[in-house]
Nanobody, 122 residues
Framework: QVQVMESGGGSVQAGGSLRLFCAAS????????MSWYRQAPGKEREFVSG???????SYADSVKDRFTISQDNVNNTAYLQMNSLKPEDTAMYYC????????????????WGQGTQVTVSS
């Protein structure tokens, strides 16, 4: 069964950088659109960035020009390079894999990772 796992979170000072990783592991021929969401304590989960299998990217206004998303379709891995981090970026970051190409029974249709914590201090 397809699994989604994130890593790369940590604690940094304001202005620092982190690089997040997300892997959707499973049947090799499955291809996914990948996206990142985040949720801070007491707040709703919000969209951060996404990339489709064709390569088009999108960003929330709050992170545009600071974050960059990329994808390795061969390995079904997504990356989120986060620069110029701010305290308000502090949140649990979640990766979502949505099936772009493949058989749903083998690949799944929509899967979430367990989250990786990002903490930015002032």
């Amino acid at each position: 069964q397809v699994q989604v796992m994130e890593s790369g979170g940590g604690s940094v000072q304001a202005g620092g950088s982190l690089r997040l990783f997300c892997a959707a592991s499973g049947y090799p021929y499955c291809k996914y659109d990948m996206s990142w969401y985040r949720q801070a304590p007491g707040k709703e989960r919000e969209f951060v960035s996404g990339i489709v299998s064709a390569g088009s990217t999108s960003y929330a206004d709050s992170v545009k020009d600071r974050f960059t998303i990329s994808q390795d379709n061969v390995n079904n891995t997504a990356y989120l390079q986060m620069n110029s981090l701010k305290p308000e970026d502090t949140a649990m970051y979640y990766c979502k894999a949505a099936l772009h190409f493949g058989v749903v029974a083998l690949c799944g249709d929509n899967r979430w990772g367990q989250g990786t914590q990002v903490t930015v201090s002032s």
